[in-house]
């Protein structure tokens, strides 16, 4: 049986992982009867958003493994015991934590630097040949996380996009439901929230990633 590892940022759209992206990710992975393993890092986040307010909880601190175990149910390792030879594949879901916890994407932009540990184990399964899907956010990560001229996508937004290629990748404008497969065929991403207007919009796009992640694996 196929396994695959999914890497979470936190909980919650604000400050990590975008939920319904990652319940979505794991449903579909179920349907695709794969085996799965969450990781986050075992770190601080950056922040900690009050998801009714928006605004920063001034003086509040959380980790974000502790927070993503939230999603998985318990079922979540440190990444840093991540061993790229144990996975066919690898799936990170959206979220600002992708650009705030596994990057500092948010802050710094093309400046970024991604969490040494994600990068460590991402670069592991990308240079096997295994794939590796980015949903929504996270593909921001794709040049400085797996190497230049990577074809990827977040959808439409033109500033990141922009941000993107300066880095060394090679933004492709994509609709909501599609995936954008890059020509070597081993990183596929699609733009989920940064374009869904609702679950159902953003089910469309990761459940077709999902399949061809599979599919690669």
């Known amino acids: 049986m196929k396994n695959i590892a999914v ?14 992206e990652s319940v979505l990710t794991f449903l579909r ?12 890092p075992n770190i601080d986040q950056l922040h900690v958003i009050n998801h009714l307010t928006g605004e920063v909880a001034e003086g509040e601190k959380r980790n974000v493994l502790v927070e993503a175990a939230r999603l998985a149910r318990g079922d979540i390792k440190d990444l840093a015991e991540a061993n790229a ?4 594949a690898l799936i990170i879901p959206g979220g600002f934590g992708a650009a705030k916890n596994l990057s500092d994407f948010a802050v710094k932009g093309a400046d970024c630097n991604i969490n040494p540990e ?17 949903i929504c956010i996270a593909p921001a990560m794709t040049p400085k996380l797996l190497g230049n001229g990577i074809q990827c996508t977040v959808g439409t937004d033109a500033d990141v996009a922009e941000a993107i290629n300066r880095m060394g990748g090679d933004h492709q404008t994509c609709a909501v439901d599609q995936i954008i497969v890059d020509t070597a065929g081993t990183v596929v991403s699609t ?14 796009g990761i459940n077709r990633l999902v399949d061809k992640v599979v599919e690669l694996a």
């Open 85 to 88: 030879d144990e996975f066919d």
């Open 191 to 204: 733009p989920a929230y940064m374009l869904a207007g609702s679950i159902s919009e953003a089910a469309s």
């Open 29 to 40: 992975l179920e349907h695709n009867r794969v085996r799965y393993q969450c990781f986050a």
């Open 118 to 134: 994600l990068v460590r184990f991402a670069r592991a399964i990308h240079q096997a040949g295994k794939p590796v899907g980015l």
């Open 7 to 20: 890497i979470l940022s936190g909980s919650g759209v604000f400050d990590g992982s975008e939920i319904y």
